[in-house]
């Protein structure tokens, strides 16, 4: 994808988790940051020019991605795209100090993930404080990485 398209997506996210509840909605609200989260840190990544902005849309599978073909999409192997999430797939290059800090709240909630949205981890106020610290962290970094063009 390409940088606006991975800010507007990630803002239409912020946009409906900001309209849920945590406590009731919890795993809905999860994804949502986990999913802006993601979209901001592949934009960052892009302004960096750790990964190329393209056409490719990233699938579950690390480095095949979807590519529209007409009205149609077929499969096709990448490197150098978007990631799936953090360490899919792996960055070689060393990050910039905001991307670097975008990873590390990011990998918070992706720590968090399966107990949390998976398994059966008590959601408890203290919990949605933590990711939304981690998700607002996350954000903060990665859209200052993106309004720098990636070098700050």
């Known amino acids: 994808m390409r940088i606006a398209e991975h800010v507007a997506k990630a803002d239409r996210f912020e946009a409906r988790r900001a309209g849920l509840d945590p406590a009731t909605d919890f795993e809905l609200w999860f994804w949502m ?10 934009a960052a990544l892009h302004a960096a020019g750790i990964t190329k902005e393209n056409n490719r849309f990233a699938t579950q ?15 096709e192997i990448a490197f150098g795209s978007d990631l799936i999430h953090i ?19 990011m990998e918070v909630i992706e720590h968090l993930r399966d107990p949390c949205v998976r398994g059966d981890h008590p959601v408890t106020k203290e919990l949605i404080m933590e990711v939304d610290a981690a ?9 200052e990485a993106i309004g720098s063009g990636g070098s700050s």
Not at 61 to 75: L, M
Not at 135 to 140: L, V
Request: with cysteine; net charge neutral; proline share 13%.
């Open 135 to 143: 998700y607002n962290r996350c954000a903060g970094a990665a859209r």
């Open 33 to 42: 940051g986990l999913s802006a989260g993601t979209a901001l840190i592949n």
């Open 87 to 105: 360490g899919l797939p792996a960055i070689e290059q060393p990050l910039p100090p905001a991307v670097a800090r975008a990873f590390e709240a």
């Open 61 to 75: 599978v690390p480095d095949v991605y979807a590519v529209p073909d007409g009205r149609t999409w077929h499969p």
